[in-house]
């Protein structure tokens, strides 16, 4: 892998846990006593699911969900595939799904109608990072921790390559690293 510059912070880890504890507020409020099911997409949703989950008072079901359109590069295929299901039955529950980043929205947007077949009560989605300018789907997010330019952000979850997952704020690639994938 060619080496890569990161950017400037653009959220620390403080911004992120405050957005979310405000988040989990209106999930709360927004869900008294409903069956709720939290939908982690995996991999990149796990830090802010976590920061979600340890806010919210109410109680509420847990599983994940794997959907990519995305190989090693850095803009989406457009090909939707799901690599990871649970088993979990979703009929007559409120499902939420957790993400990391939308981006052109064409895996949210698949991934929604999917879940729509299974008979849950509501689906909406909360995610970390929402990339608007980039969108391409008719997809929209119910809950959105930050707005981002049209940068490759990477940190707290998200992963250029399978990597930087682990860095403890989010930041992007300097262009020429993502020019020259
Ligand atoms: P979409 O289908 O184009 O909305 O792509 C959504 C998925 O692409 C996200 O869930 C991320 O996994 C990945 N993705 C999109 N933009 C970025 C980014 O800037 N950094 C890291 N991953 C991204
Ligand atoms: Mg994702």
């Not at 952000?153 to 994938?181: H, K, M, N």
Request: net charge negative.
């Amino acid at each position: 892998m060619a080496k890569t510059t990161i950017g400037k912070v653009l959220f620390t880890r403080e911004q992120i846990e405050q957005r979310a504890k405000e988040i989990a507020a209106e999930i709360d409020k927004d869900y008294e006593g409903e069956d709720l099911i939290l939908l982690g997409t995996l991999k990149g949703s796990v830090p802010w699911l976590v920061d979600i989950m340890k806010y919210m008072k109410n109680d509420f079901k847990l599983d994940f969900i794997s959907a990519s359109s995305y190989g090693s590069s850095t803009s989406s295929s457009g090909v939707v595939k799901i690599k990871f299901d649970p088993d979990i039955n979703m009929y007559n529950s409120h499902i939420l799904v957790v993400e990391d980043i939308v981006d052109s929205g064409n895996t949210l947007k698949y991934l929604m109608n999917k879940l729509a077949d299974r008979g849950p009560k509501s689906v909406k989605v909360c995610t970390m990072l929402n990339k608007e300018s980039r969108r391409t789907a008719d997809f929209h997010a119910d809950y959105v921790g930050f707005e981002v330019e049209d940068l490759f952000v990477v940190g707290y979850g998200l992963d250029y390559d399978q990597r930087l997952r682990g860095l403890p704020y989010i930041s992007y690639l300097e262009e020429e690293d993502v020019e020259a994938l």
